[in-house]
Nanobody, 127 residues
């Protein structure tokens, strides 16, 4: 299984980016998928997730209304559309997959729920 995040970059405060997570070795439509981020010196934190069967999306309070997670089953990808970016959104963003099973809602917020992780992509937001 491989998950590869891409689409990061440097933007100004208020800008937008779309992150992409491509998967091989698993089918994103059969997985719960999530995005987490980590800044230097900080713990990895939950950003957004979606259940394997819609509806069911979850967002951290800090990004709700600004970020949108979506899935492209035809291309086996998951996206994170990020708008109104802020300097505090600066981090390395990782995508993750839950593996088999169907976690209860609250578990999607936990990093330990996810069986597979990809290398991250760096997002830098400058003021």
């Amino acid at each position: 299984v491989q998950l590869q995040a891409s689409g990061g970059g440097s933007v100004q405060d208020g800008g937008s980016l779309r992150l992409s997570c491509s998967a091989s070795g698993l089918t994103v439509s059969s997985q719960g998928m999530g995005w987490f981020r980590q800044s230097p010196g900080k713990e990895r934190e939950f950003v957004a997730a979606m259940r394997k069967s819609a509806p069911g999306t979850y967002y951290a309070s800090t990004v709700k209304g600004r970020f949108t997670i979506s899935r492209d089953n035809a291309n086996n990808r998951v996206y994170l559309q990020m708008k109104s970016l802020r300097p505090e959104d600066t981090a390395v963003y990782h995508c993750a997959a839950t593996g088999t099973g169907n976690p209860i809602s609250s578990y999607y917020y936990r990093a330990s729920t996810y069986a597979y992780w990809g290398q991250g992509t760096l997002v830098t937001v400058s003021s």
